[in-house]
C-alpha cells in the first residue's frame, strides 16, 4: 500500500527559504515518479516539479526553474522539494503525489496516490 505523507510547510517572508519533505511508503523509487504538484485558493492544481526513474530524472514548471530543487533519499525513502527566494505566488497547499510509471507526467490525474497537503503562506 503506496502512502504518502508531506511536512514542512510554513508561514515565511518573500525571499526565505523553506524545505518541504514526502515520507513514502510502499513504493519503487525505480518504477515511481514522485512530483510536488501546488493549489492555491481558486486556482487549478499545477505541478511544480518531479522526480523518477533510476537515473532520478528531474523536471521543474518554468514557474520555480533555478530557485526549487526536487530530490530523493533511498535511506530514508524521503522526496524533498528545497524552496528557495520564495514570492508571494508560491503560496498554495503543496502536496506530494505518486505515479507508477518510469515515465515522467506532468498532469495531475495521472498520479494515483496523493498525500493530505501542506500549507506554504509566503507574506511581504
Known amino acids: 500500500q503506496v502512502q504518502l505523507a508531506e511536512s514542512g510547510g510554513g508561514s515565511v517572508q518573500a525571499g526565505d527559504s523553506l524545505r518541504l519533505s514526502c515520507a513514502t511508503s510502499g513504493l519503487s523509487f525505480n518504477n515511481f515518479y514522485v512530483a510536488w504538484f501546488r493549489q492555491a485558493p481558486g486556482m487549478e492544481r499545477e505541478i511544480v516539479g518531479a522526480i523518477g526513474g533510476s537515473e532520478e530524472t528531474t523536471y521543474y514548471d518554468d514557474s520555480v526553474k533555478g530557485r526549487f530543487t526536487i530530490s530523493r533519499d533511498s535511506a530514508r525513502r524521503t522526496v524533498d522539494l528545497q524552496m528557495n527566494n520564495l514570492k508571494l505566488d508560491d503560496t498554495a497547499v503543496y502536496y506530494c503525489?505518486?505515479?507508477?510509471?518510469?515515465?515522467?507526467?506532468?498532469?495531475?490525474?495521472?498520479?494515483?496516490?496523493w498525500g493530505q497537503g501542506t500549507q506554504v503562506t509566503v507574506s511581504s
Open positions: 503525489a505518486a505515479r507508477q510509471s518510469r515515465r515522467l507526467s506532468i498532469t495531475s490525474p495521472m498520479y494515483g496516490y
